[in-house]
Nanobody
């Protein structure tokens, strides 16, 4: 059973940076896609960034140029480097993984494993 554990959330002022990490265990070699999603208060979960084994990445327009997703297959870790944070980035951030090789990268329903989430709060 795949287990995903996020860390690195917290509170930061606008313009600051945070790094989120996700450790995958229990079947990580079978994970083709991994991604980060977020859910602001009172809103639906949305895709932020995704990466496929082999390195291709995809970002939502709202974070493109500010966030960087990376994956270390040796350590089974997924990282999201978030720079130039804005108050609208405030949300619960979730790590997700998919075993399928045909996935809509930023569509939550494509993913079959989820972490518990880590809170990111950006103050103005």
């Amino acid at each position: 059973q795949v287990h995903l554990a996020e860390s690195g959330g917290g509170s930061v002022q606008a313009g600051g940076s945070l790094t989120l990490s996700c450790l995958a265990s229990g079947g990580a070699p079978n994970l083709n896609f991994m991604g980060w999603f977020r859910q602001p208060p009172g809103k639906e979960r949305e895709g932020v960034a995704s990466t496929i084994r082999g390195g291709m990445t995809e970002y939502s327009d709202s974070v493109k140029g500010r966030f960087t997703i990376s994956r270390d297959n040796a350590d089974n870790t997924l990282t999201l480097q978030m720079n130039s944070l804005k108050p609208e980035d405030t949300a619960m951030y979730y790590c997700a993984a998919a075993t399928s090789s045909t996935v809509a990268p930023l569509w939550a329903a494509s993913y079959n494993y989820w972490g518990q989430g880590t809170q990111v709060t950006v103050s103005s």
